[in-house]
């Protein structure tokens, strides 16, 4: 809100001194060679364009208020939190003049009085929007969303696998003192002797093997 104070402030400031300091169509030489000073009422947009659509132009700076506004809401970074209130601030330090000037509510006409060479004459709301609509690219390529993540940055979620286990349980070592879990034992196969049990020609406990057998005949 600082943002839209301030932009709103200055432009309003400055084109009360322009109207008051400055006569239409007379240039004033501020910077030579660079900026001039110039007295403009635009019925148009931003940089004298669509000056016969006054009216819808009104309508649209409202829908971009309201647009801004609700987007607001959603702020999580402060680079868009001066970017949208640098485009807040300029639109409505011109649709204040669209309202509020001659000839008429809605059909007010602007306020421009800074000239560029070889550039159509603006004013600070015109400048606050351009910067705005180059911060919006800048942030977009870069990835930054309104709300302060960056596009494809996902967060790894753990879910329940049937056993209720989750799907990194298993990477987890057992905490000290806990056993290992012992793995059941495998049945035998067929014809294999089963644990303990002697195998085919072995002599079971407490019987003499064949040596022994010759040695007592």
Do not use: C
């Not at 403009?40 to 971009?64: E, I, K, M, R």
């Not at 977009?140 to 960056?150: L, M, N």
């Amino acid at each position: 809100m600082a943002v839209v104070a301030l932009v709103w402030g200055l432009d309003q400031l400055t084109k009360v001194l322009a109207v008051d300091r400055l006569v239409e169509g007379e240039p004033v030489e501020l910077v030579p060679g660079v900026l001039d000073l110039y007295l403009l009422y635009n019925p148009g947009a931003a940089f004298s364009l669509a000056t016969g659509l006054t009216w819808v132009l009104t309508l649209v700076a409202v829908a971009v208020v309201v647009a801004v506004a609700l987007m607001a809401r959603r702020l999580g970074s402060r680079a868009w939190a001066l970017t949208l209130g640098l485009l807040l601030g300029g639109a409505l330090g011109n649709l204040t003049d669209r309202l509020l000037r001659e000839p008429g509510f809605g059909v007010g006409h602007v306020v421009d009085f800074l000239r560029l060479p070889r550039w159509p004459v603006f004013n600070l709301a015109d400048t606050a929007i351009v910067v705005a609509a180059v911060l919006v690219v800048v942030l977009s390529f870069r990835g930054i969303g309104v709300d302060g993540r960056r596009d494809g940055a996902e967060q790894v979620e753990r879910e329940p696998d049937p056993t209720g286990r989750t799907a990194a349980d298993g990477d987890v070592p057992p905490a000290a003192g806990t056993a290992a879990p012992r793995e059941a034992p495998r049945p035998p196969s067929p014809g294999e002797p089963s644990p303990g049990e002697p195998s085919p020609g072995e002599p079971s406990q407490g019987e003499p093997s064949q040596g022994e057998v010759g040695r007592r005949g």
